[in-house]
T-cell receptor, first 115, second 113 residues
Framework: AQSVTQLDSHVSVSEGTPVLLRCNYS??????LFWYVQHPNKGLQLLLK??????LVKGINGFEAEFKKSETSFHLTKPSAHMSDAAEYFC?????????????FGTGTRLKVLA | GAGVSQTPSNKVTEKGKYVELRCDPI?????LYWYRQSLGQGPEFLIY????????DSGLPNDRFFAVRPEGSVSTLKIQRTERGDSAVYLC???????????FGQGTRLTVV
């Protein structure tokens, strides 16, 4: 069965410092992996996705993530946090193969950015 | 609009009542999904439509929940005899096909009192 584990429910960083949000996945095969962001009272927005091309994936707003098969990880990073990055972040796995459509979400990491 | 639209944005209902939640997907998207997000949790899959038919309804918690998509566009999630445990944000998403990127709506926050 596919699953994702987000290792931190809350992360606090100071503005201008690096962000690291951790995600580990469980999958028998190479899945598709995503990071979504959810701002208060807003819909889920796709930050980036990995679909078996380059292992280092660049997304919107300066975020990137690296797929590490040996560690079954897909951690999200950003070099310098902005106040506007404060939100809930979800790591998501979608099983491989044609016709797969079911997104499996982690429990989320709430990012707080301190002035 | 260009995105997935869900109405109402908020719904408060009394225990035991019937509710309907509406989703307008992105035009031309054949795949539509419903997810439920309980407080402090990630969204959980409820049902997937490909066109008019429910291709997978394995996530519906029980037979009080039902969803339709009669013309392959707008979908309605129906909950009968609501219970307090049904309180959550119900998210709708659509995609061009079943295995392309899904775009999510803002959700309907359902509160059962």
């Amino acid at each position: 069965a596919q699953s994702v584990t987000q290792l931190d429910s809350h992360v606090s960083v100071s503005e201008g410092t690096p962000v690291l949000l951790r995600c580990n996945y469980s999958s028998s095969y190479s899945p598709s992996l995503f990071w979504y962001v959810q701002h208060p009272n807003k819909g889920l927005q796709l930050l980036l996705k990995y679909t078996s091309a380059a292992t280092l994936v660049k997304g919107i707003n300066g975020f990137e993530a690296e797929f590490k098969k040996s560690e079954t990880s897909f951690h999200l990073t950003k070099p310098s946090a902005h106040m506007s990055d404060a939100a809930e972040y979800f790591c998501v796995v979608r099983p491989p193969g044609s016709g797969t459509y079911k997104y499996i979400f982690g429990t989320g990491t709430r990012l707080k950015v301190l002035a | 609009g260009a995105g997935v639209s869900q109405t109402p944005s908020n719904k408060v209902t009394e225990k035991g009542k019937y509710v309907e939640l509406r989703c307008d997907p992105i035009s031309g998207h054949t795949a539509l999904y419903w997810y439920r997000q309980s407080l402090g949790q990630g969204p959980e899959f409820l049902i997937y439509f490909q066109g008019t038919g429910a291709a997978d309804d394995s996530g519906l918690p029980n037979d009080r929940f039902f969803a339709v998509r009669p013309e392959g566009s707008v979908s309605t999630l129906k909950i009968q005899r609501t219970e307090r445990g049904d309180s959550a944000v119900y998210l709708c998403a659509s995609s061009q096909t079943g295995n392309t990127e899904a775009f999510f709506g803002q959700g309907t926050r359902l509160t059962v009192v």
